[in-house]
């Protein structure tokens, strides 16, 4: 058994979707902690704040005012990362020159969602039920699905009434850019820098393929090409046979804390058959999603009984690129929370981890024992 | 000229250093805060703290007593995240598994030390002078050297009288392992998980090459192979002629804002010449380099009126490599600082730097200029 052994031992271990190592010292956890102690996640809150900027009929920096929504909302993020219009730019080609090969750079399009998961102020992921929680899987699908390139071959496969809102000041006349890849995403709670507790995500296009898809595409179609099947699948596969990291499964999906977690209690949720993108989900399979990141997000507070804060955000097919480029993306969900010990004491990934590589302390089979003896109902009363 | 475009529009700039892309959006840093608020830096502290394990005659939590030492005292980390004996593991080799491809793990051994800058409890690199810093530098040096593999060519190029501390239960009967490299840094203040206010930094020791320095050796070499001359060395050039990013320089070293910075105030220490590592300067760059980092340190502070976190730490050569490897390493300082726009507000890197890319606010050239600007007398009375 490998697991007695690595328990024990400083190790390090390859992650093939990023092809990258993580250092594993599993002993280290027995240091003391003294240095810095989290806030808890803040819990009580009212159910509608009028100074909220997402709470339904509240007026937003823009001016904007919200719509009386229901459940999800959708708006251009008024400090948008990335914009649609503005100035070109590439490098002085001077060829040849130092500053063309050390000094380069090249404009970046795009555009900015946030989307709000409910109306309620007061509650998160973990407070909302699967039925609740498939409204946002259709969401985050409907957005997607209306800003893919007409070239994909996911183009169509999905019909939505969804129509993307306007920038400010952008009166419909100019054509829409075609962007090439959409990161979805969620910030969840202070220590993981978001500055609202309104249950909301975010979902940012551009013109390039960032670093993280990059690299995970580039180790999905090697591993593609070579072995002839998804790295994805057969890991998922692998892992069910094994159940040494599994936090949850249901007959769509998994949830583990992969082989190669590099945050204490992160996970990955994974469907057990090939799929490109959300486009390529059901509605059984919508559901099975749902039902899945319920369970992350409840077991997540349940285990040191506080709003676990976190990042997550969805890896899927680029909206625009090659037919192998879609076809070896590989839907999946990463939850990168920073908690290691409790409520108030959190991993830093600091100076080792930013100039050597990253290093954890208890290892991935460890918090997938824990998490998974943490289900059951969530430990506060839901605030219905 | 390019900055007025780059100062306004958002854009990609490309690290020839680590092979890799950043996101810049200057216009962001408009939008208002209202997230979490970090504890300022710590001032106030007693010259000697009874209870600190880093305080000279103190006892730590093996047992041992520290010296009654008067500048810098190393001793192996109490709490190491990799150790010099363990048990062998590597992965079954069942050839053609899944496991075998994606379950891969390898043990590693290693080596940790702490390294104290100062006897005294309350000082910080930014309260010292180059004088008591170039003592520091002399450490890294004589630690780096007294580590290095016989066969590499960097070996011997130092005399040093530093007989390296022993872990706990080893009575020196045991030959010493030869590590591949050696990792020195320091972390800064409870934002960047330092537990302790007590000056002092570590140096991890282990078997392989982690990810940060390996991506860079590859990109050096590259260069190297395909014009002859050294990254760094033609980038310091670069950099002197076009004036957009200096901090600081002297005659040995450059302080700058790299062109390709993922913190808001990162810099680089980078010597004009090329110096494969500590051991190939001389003790007027000694002297040179330890200005630099009194420079680094006490700008930081000065900045936001506060005592600055950061992590930062050397590359350089590895211990043990091949000839081509040695000879390509450049000697270099990274620090890495979290905070935005106050002593309080820090720029989190979370959702989308972890799932997209790295994303930046203010431009290099902006945080060069205000670094530029604080130079002079440390804002708070020296308290020695
Ligand atoms: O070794 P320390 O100071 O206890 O710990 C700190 O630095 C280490 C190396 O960067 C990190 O792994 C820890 O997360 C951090 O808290
Ligand atoms: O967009 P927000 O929620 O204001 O900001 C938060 O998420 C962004 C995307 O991960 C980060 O760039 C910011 O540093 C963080 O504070």
Redesign the interface.
Known sequence: M?EA??N???????N?LRG??I???P??T???????QE?PGTIELPQYDAKCYLCPGNQR?SGDTNPNYDSTFVFVN??S???EV??E?TN?NAEGS??D??????????KCYVLTFSKRHDLTLADMSPNEIVKVVQMWTDIYAAHLSPDSPLAGLKKTGFVPPRSPGDDGARVQDQYRYM?I???KG???????PHPHG?I?M?T?L????AAEMEQLRKYKREKGTH?LV??A??ETEKEERIVFENDGFLVVCP?WATWPFEVMVLPRRHARALVDLNEKEQAQLAEAIAEVTRRYDNLFETSFPY???I?QAPLEGSEEEIECSSLHF?F?PPLLRSATVRK?L???E??????RDITPEQAASRLRGCGGKLYRKKLA
Do not use: T
């Open positions: 490998p052994i690595l024990d031992i400083s190790h390090r271990r390859y093939p990258s190592w250092l594993v010292s002993h280290r027995k240091r003391p902690w003294q240095g810095q806030k920096a008024d400090y990362a990335v914009k503005q100035e730019y002085p130092l500053e090969s050390l000094l380069v750079a090249q404009a970046e399009k795009g990161q995403f969620e910030n202070s220590a993981m820098g978001c500055s609202n975010q940012w551009q390039s960032p670093e993280e898809p790295l057969d890991y596969k692998l082989w990042s997550m955000g890896h990463h990168y830093f600091v100076g080792y930013m100039l050597g590589e990253p290093q």
